[in-house]
């Protein structure tokens, strides 16, 4: 496989919400800083001419199978900074952050083994916009649960 202390981090997030014993809220939380500060020193990449995509696993079964490994976690406030302060409190979903995070994770690693290096530091970069404000937000989640 392809390495980088990107694909690192990618690969040990998956590695702690998936192998084993469900991680602590701390150990989850010291993953997420990991890939937040990753995507700050990941060379832009490029995408090669093989027009491959990764396997995704569809979301619902996903989805049921975090709910499954983490019961404690579902949904939570948060607020939108770009709204208007009377519009700006949603609803997000814990189980839903790590659903997709695991969707970005998987497809940074599986570019990493089967095309580049390149490839997987692009997907990394691209996709930080989604899997990032999904890291972001699970790290406020679990900092209110262990210290709230």
Not at 6 to 30: C, I, K, Y
Not at 51 to 65: F, K, W
Not at 126 to 141: D, M, N, P, T, V
């Amino acid at each position: 496989m392809n390495t980088s202390p990107t694909v690192a981090a990618a690969q040990q997030f998956l590695s702690t919400v998936w192998d084993g014993e469900p991680p602590s809220d701390e150990a989850l939380l010291r993953v997420l800083d990991r890939l937040v500060a990753a995507y700050h020193d990941t060379p832009n990449g490029d995408v090669t001419d093989a027009q491959m995509d990764a396997p995704r696993q569809d979301g619902a079964s996903l989805y049921r199978q975090v709910a499954a490994r983490f019961p404690s976690f579902g949904y939570y406030p948060v607020a939108d900074p770009t709204k208007q302060f009377e519009d700006a409190l949603m609803t997000a979903d814990a189980i839903d952050d790590l659903a997709d995070l695991t969707l970005d994770m998987r497809e940074v690693t599986w570019f990493a083994e089967q095309v580049s290096i390149d490839d997987a530091h692009f997907a990394f970069r691209l996709h930080h916009f989604h899997w990032g404000q999904h890291a972001r937000e699970l790290s406020i989640f679990l900092c209110g649960r262990l210290w709230g």
